[in-house]
């Protein structure tokens, strides 16, 4: 199937807003899974609900708190816009706007990952002499590992397909901020576009589907390590 310049260019500017979303957000996603995991703090409760809240409410509200924090009439946005750095209706709005969306997803299957390593490598570590940062680049992250890369995977397809949030904050400008799903929806409210509409649909569905067997295969694996398979 011969892809028009339409098709290469939403395509293309899908990859490169899942990519920048899931690599800026993977640290931030790492971080707060082991500290949901390992830390006894006031508030966690609380921080957890916060983190998981894209989640639950419909896109378009984050991307409408986007608006409202990065407005130029703020004191950031403010900033921001004067120093030309503003990501509102640019591509790296829908970037970040994708990664918020892509977050929890991406927390909550690191947190399973290191929740699951069981505390007495820890405690063996602790005996041989590491101290916290060596147990967890030398314990806990090659253990979690499967979950980190099936964490960053369901990022990306969650990122790649995230329309509400991106519509909202970045707008849909062909070629500037227009992802499949907006490019999608361009061509299902033009007359006459099915045909267009059809294979959009089309192509927004092999990454999705391609990420979430890759993510189930890297569980299947960490599971059978842990002999729970």
């Known amino acids: 199937m011969m892809l028009s310049d339409f098709e290469s260019a939403a395509l293309a500017l899908s990859f490169k807003v899942a990519v920048t979303a899931t690599l800026a957000g993977l640290p ?59 990501p509102a209706f640019k591509w790296q709005g829908a970037a970040l706007a994708s990664g918020i969306m892509a977050l929890p997803l991406m927390i909550r299957s690191i947190r399973q990952a290191f929740e699951a390593e069981s505390p007495a490598f820890g405690d063996v570590a602790t005996t041989l002499g590491a101290g916290p940062w060596r147990r967890f680049y030398a314990v806990s992250l ?26 909202t904050f970045a707008a849909n400008i062909p070629g500037l901020t227009q992802t499949l799903p907006l490019a999608l929806y361009s061509a299902a409210q033009s007359p006459g576009g099915e045909a267009a509409a059809a294979r959009l649909a089309l192509l927004s569905l092999i990454p999705a589907l391609l990420s979430l067997l890759i993510s189930e295969t890297l569980s299947r694996r960490a599971r059978k390590k842990r002999g729970l398979a």
């Open 142 to 167: 090659p253990l979690a590992w499967p979950g980190i890369l099936s964490g960053a995977v369901l990022g990306f397809a969650r990122a790649i397909g995230e329309f509400g949030a991106t519509i």
């Open 28 to 86: 931030v996603a790492l971080f707060a899974a082991f500290m949901l995991a390992r830390w006894r703090f006031p508030g966690k409760t609380i921080l957890d609900v916060l983190l998981h809240i894209p989640l639950v409410v419909p896109p378009v509200v984050v991307g409408y708190l986007l608006l409202i924090a990065f407005a130029p009439t703020g004191a950031f946005g403010g900033w921001l816009q004067a120093h030309g750095l503003s």
